[in-house]
């Protein structure tokens, strides 16, 4: 985090410096609930976060499924639910009446646990203290703006027990032994193909298809599997370089976002509009069958665009949201950035090729409404174009 008087690293540190600037109170009003706060700061990065390393990291692909661990964080986790059933059982939030970073940071490390491995009939009949207190901080405001939409387990998600493959979850892949076994039957076929000059060119027809067909049944990774992005911003940018515009991105985002009348400042936005500096792009993750079919995947691939996008903030904005329904989730959405051309933080997103780009004619009625909708329907559950908008926010 940059700033005026320095650069400060690590999420706690730079959440602490956060609160005693803007937020003071979410750090304990006394010296003992100070305390307090530290304390359950400190529990949840050495206790929870452990478990959820064993746990969580393995649903995701990010570690191998290690079953010994994971069946001993699994126990501990039972622990500490304990610990905090009975903290809850006395209190409306960690420390008492008031929210404090401790709530937040606790809810950070157990959101995906609910969201994935501990279903909410179990929470509800055996910690609802805690349930309780998840579901306060989950349906605010402030929560749903920063993380999204929080989906509660219904039916705990098993870790990936080796090498992932998408293809088990709609039962269509066929098991790694048949797979080689054709691909070797193929090579013999290859060799006694030789000895038969006369057929040879309608067997090489054959071979050709049948190879087709094996190649289309190899494994290929899923976005989620892919090494955890080294972003870096681009030195020199060209788009610092084009020529000056009159529109005026970063007043344009803060109005926008802060507005009441967003209708109306969608009016004020098209004549305001700089065609000549900024150019305004359809965007639509094009899925694999069996990808975007559970919301939190769905979900993990849009928050991987988005943040392979970091550095590219400053000269964007707009939304890419999840819209649909289980079983038929589609990445799509509308963003404006600076020049007419597709820049280089959109071609270096590492799933640049499932991205399906149109740039929007802004002098057609049905692309201006087409970024309308993408812009002013953001709340759950509005139809943006047949589709229920699901997980969506500004990207600013």
Not at 5 to 33: D, M
Request: charged share 35%; aromatic share 12%.
């Amino acid at each position: 985090m940059e700033t005026k008087e320095g650069n400060i690293s690590e999420s706690k540190a730079i959440e602490v410096y956060l609160c005693r600037k803007y937020k003071p109170e979410y750090l304990g009003n006394t010296t003992f609930e100070k305390a307090k706060v530290n304390q359950w700061i400190e529990f949840a990065c050495a206790e929870i976060n452990e478990c959820i390393k064993n746990i969580i990291y393995p649903i995701f692909g990010w570690n191998d499924f290690d079953k010994e661990l994971f069946d001993k964080s699994s126990l501990k986790m039972k622990e500490i639910f304990k610990i905090l059933e009975q903290e809850f059982s006395k209190k409306e939030f960690i420390i008492g009446k008031q929210i404090t970073l401790a709530d937040i940071i606790l809810f950070r490390f157990l959101r995906f646990l609910m969201m994935l491995k501990y279903p909410e009939k179990m929470m509800k009949s055996t910690y609802p203290n805690i349930l309780k207190w998840f579901e306060k901080i989950m349906n605010s405001p402030e929560a749903i703006e920063a993380y999204g939409r929080t989906i509660l387990c219904k039916i705990p998600i098993k870790p990936f027990n080796g090498r992932i493959n998408r293809n088990v979850e709609q039962g269509v892949n066929k098991e790694k032994g048949e797979k080689t076994q054709k691909i070797e039957n193929v090579k013999e076929s290859e060799k006694n193909e030789k000895k038969k000059k006369n057929d040879k060119n309608i067997e090489k027809g054959k071979k050709k298809e049948i190879v087709k067909e094996v190649v289309k049944e190899e494994y290929t990774p899923g976005l989620l599997e892919l090494t955890r992005f080294n972003i870096k911003p681009i030195e020199n940018n060209p788009l610092d370089a084009l020529p000056e515009t009159k529109f005026d991105l970063e007043k344009f985002k803060k109005d926008f976002v802060n507005s009441t009348n967003k209708k109306g400042l969608m009016k004020k936005f098209w004549k305001e509009y700089d065609p000549e500096g900024y150019s305004i792009w359809y965007i639509e993750y094009n899925n694999e069958p069996n990808e975007c079919i559970t919301l939190f995947r769905t979900v993990i691939i849009k928050g991987d665009i988005l943040i392979q996008l970091q550095y590219f903030k400053k000269y964007c904005f707009g939304v890419l949201g999840v819209y649909g329904s289980d079983g038929d989730y589609k990445i799509r959405g509308c963003l404006l950035w600076r020049g007419k051309e597709i820049p280089d933080e959109i071609k270096n997103i590492n799933c640049y090729n499932k991205l399906n780009l149109r740039k929007i004619d802004t002098n057609e009625k049905k692309d201006q409404q087409l970024v309308h909708d993408y812009w002013t329907k953001i709340k759950e559950n509005e139809k943006v174009f047949k589709k229920n908008a699901i997980d969506t926010r500004y990207f600013v």
